[in-house]
């Protein structure tokens, strides 16, 4: 496959035009900018499939022929109440609006809180772009550390046009008790690119809860290219969602988390179709002790295309991972889930489960699931499973010998599936999610109007 | 309420029912015994329309309809219900939503008003309680993690709570122990009536003595060879399935 040269030159020619805003920034965030547009330069994106094992699956040359719009202010703010029935949304939770990639004050509940605030426990959160002028040596510890700009095209041309993003920290001790929200929407249609940046920073023991959202405001095939990355000190407590609803986009996340001695990270994605969404998503366990739990649920359909693309490493013993995927397909949708585990030399008393499983309701829908376990230590506990399969005839029969017709059959079926990742989910956004769930699947859809 | 004429099935190549007659009128408890691989089963699943069996021959007719004609939810509808052999466990779908849906399909084509969830809930409760049914099993998916007991209870429970016009037991007492058949064999009692009829399949005896059966048939290779009432189940607990199937036998020569 070839590159697209000239779509590469509008990026380069992106960094060059906005070049103006990076002597604003720190001297070490500047370097590190240079440093991944070079790098960008130097291996574009992953668009050769074979023998590239990460990408196998899935073709980006959609994403790499369409010659992308940078920095586009949205015509007008979206309102809140737009907002909040795009988003899943909830008044006592804690909003940090992103649209089309930059920070909206207005949309915003933190301009004032790089000050503790009530009910965030002394937690910061805000816009990054802020937080370099009041936090500028912690982030510096962590920003880039890891996500590497060097892993790939996409991760390189994140870290490249890092201007703002969404800043959390809470301190050693703290606990959040408020949920904190981050939304990135996207209003404009076609062929804008966004950078959507994330720094999570949780202090020794402390406690939070936190959403990512990535929604579309206006639908369109635009391109958002998101790093997200997290840091559990020792002891530290997070429940994390990420919520990726970008209908007919693009979406690329890279997510990386580092987790310390004793910290619990416990994760649930859930995506609903777009016409690419990729879920690179790392969890290093850097500590003794430390667990992840990490679920999933994708529910695609038409010529939607959805790529899992997950590691746990465990880097040290007696840590414990779960990985729990699950995905509904219909139509003539695609999944890929590729998950590994590595159990580093060393890391003994390892206790790690993974598990895909596919619920395929169309003959034309088709997934490639590849769990995989790679042991370097002994003294371990893994296991791995992947199932795909259609709904079962015979819960079928028995919900229409009750007499339970076979759409309203199929129906509870569907939801019964998606509620083995979904009753675990904190509401209201367990109910929201029920929600999307069905709406992604036109055959629920059409009997909504009926 | 119900004609079997002359049915014949077959699952792939095999025939497994072999012009099988029976007919059964309101009121009436028919028990089927017989031995292994008789067609029981065949039958019972034949009747509520279990996917994978094809009728070459004979007819089914329930309360005038052409039962065959009808997809499985339909008969549902029309009345019939069948207590699997075999529960069905629904990941994901709590057994108290799975009723009320249930029930409430059959209410909307019956033309009866919906129930409110907290009559509804009232009602389930109670008949939990007397199907000595843990309360906790309510809010669990349908008979996932159940024990054989806690499932063929379900049914039953099911039973009550659907009140339909046929009930087809499938060897609704393979597999419990003496306690868990009376509580099953109590709710079976309770379901009985002149308005109702009731065709049980067993391979034991052992249930008949708490239903007690008006008439007792006996299934060998996919045909009814011998009939009777109560008292031929008794015979047939003590001398086995051997010498029906001798008397069949020259009887056809």
Redesign the interface.
């Known amino acids: 496959m070839t590159q697209a040269p000239a779509t590469y030159d509008r990026y380069l020619a992106d960094f060059e035009a906005h070049s103006a805003e990076l002597a604003a920034q720190p001297s070490w965030l500047r370097e590190l900018r240079h440093q991944a547009i070079s790098h960008f330069r130097e291996v574009g994106l992953p668009t050769a499939r074979k023998g590239n094992e990460p990408w196998k699956y899935t073709n980006i040359a959609p994403i790499a022929g369409t010659d992308y719009m940078y920095g586009v202010a949205p015509l007008r703010e979206p309102t809140v109440e737009e907002l909040s029935v795009t988003a899943p949304w909830c008044t006592v939770w804690h909003e940090t609006v992103f649209v089309n990639g930059r920070y909206s004050a207005g949309l915003s509940e933190s301009h004032a809180t790089h000050e503790p605030r009530e009910g965030l426990g002394g937690a910061v959160v805000g816009s990054l772009a802020t937080a370099f002028g009041t936090h500028g040596d912690l982030i510096r510890e962590h920003l880039g550390k890891y996500a590497h700009l060097d892993y790939d095209g996409f991760a390189a041309l994140n870290t490249a046009f890092l201007t703002d993003g969404a800043f959390v920290y809470v301190p050693d001790g703290a606990e959040v008790a408020t949920h904190l929200h981050i939304v990135y929407a996207t209003t404009a249609g076609e062929q804008l690119v966004s950078y959507p940046r994330t720094l999570i920073i949780a202090g020794k023991q402390s406690k939070l809860t936190v959403v990512e959202s990535y929604v579309s405001l206006a639908g369109g095939g635009y391109f958002t290219n998101a790093v997200t990355e997290i840091a559990l000190d020792e002891g530290a407590n997070i429940e994390h969602y990420r919520v990726l609803l970008d209908r007919d986009a693009y979406n690329v996340g890279v997510t990386r988390v580092r987790q310390d001695r004793d910290s619990r990270f416990t994760s649930t994605t859930f995506e609903t179709g777009a016409a690419l969404t990729r879920n690179d998503f790392s969890v290093l366990l850097d500590g003794p002790g430390a667990e992840c739990r990490m679920r999933g649920l994708y529910v695609t359909a038409g010529s939607q295309h959805v790529d899992n693309y997950l590691t746990i490493d465990h880097a040290q013993p007696h840590c414990t991972s779960r990985l729990y995927y699950k995905g509904i397909l219909d139509e003539k949708s695609k999944a890929v889930f590729g998950g590994t585990v590595f159990v580093r030399p060393g890391a003994i008393k390892t206790n790690a489960h993974q598990e895909d499983k596919n619920l395929v309701l169309s003959h034309e829908a088709e997934v490639d699931s590849k769990p995989a376990l790679e042991i370097y230590a002994d003294d371990v506990l893994c296991g791995h499973g992947a199932t795909a399969g259609a709904l079962a005839e015979d819960a079928l029969f028995y919900m229409q010998s009750r007499g339970i017709d076979e759409a309203m059959a199929n129906q509870l079926l569907i939801r019964g599936f998606a509620s083995e990742v979904l009753d675990g989910v904190m509401e209201p956004l367990r109910e929201y999610l029920e929600k999307q769930t069905s709406a992604a699947l036109p055959r629920f859809r059409e009997e909504i109007v009926t | 309420m119900l004609e079997v004429r002359d049915l014949h099935v077959s699952v792939g190549d095999n025939e497994i029912l072999e012009g099988l007659s029976l007919s059964v009128s309101l009121g009436e408890v028919h028990a089927i015994m017989g031995p292994n691989g008789s067609g029981k089963s065949t039958f019972t699943n034949v009747l509520?329309?279990?996917?994978g069996y094809t009728v070459t021959k004979g007819k089914v007719a329930y309360e005038g309809q052409d039962l065959l004609s009808l997809?499985?939810?339909l008969?549902?509808?029309a009345g019939i219900?069948?207590a699997?052999q075999y529960?069905?466990?629904?990941?994901?779908?709590r057994n108290r939503?799975?009723l009320r849906?249930?029930?409430e399909?059959?209410r909307q084509?019956h033309g009866e008003p919906k129930l409110s969830v907290r009559e509804f809930n009232k009602m389930l409760d109670e008949k939990a309680r007397e199907m000595e049914f843990e309360p906790d099993l309510m809010k669990r998916?349908v008979n996932e993690g159940f024990s054989g007991g806690e499932k063929k209870r379900n049914e039953i429970l099911?039973l009550s709570v659907?009140n339909p016009r046929l009930a087809l037991l499938d060897e609704t007492d393979s597999g419990l122990d003496i306690d868990a058949l009376k509580v099953v064999a109590d709710g079976v009692n309770r379901f009985r009536s002149p308005e109702k009829a009731i065709v049980l399949v067993t391979h034991y005896q052992r249930i008949l003595n708490y239903i007690k059966p008006d008439f007792v048939h006996v299934l060998i290779d996919g045909r009814i060879v011998l009939s009777g009432e109560r008292d031929l189940a008794m015979e047939l607990e003590a001398r086995g399935y051997d010498w029906v199937r001798e008397g069949a036998e020259s009887a056809a020569d």
């Open positions: 509520a329309g279990r996917p997809t499985p939810d008969r549902a509808r219900f069948l699997f529960p069905v466990e629904l990941p994901g779908i939503e799975f849906t249930a029930l399909a059959l084509a998916s099911q659907l």
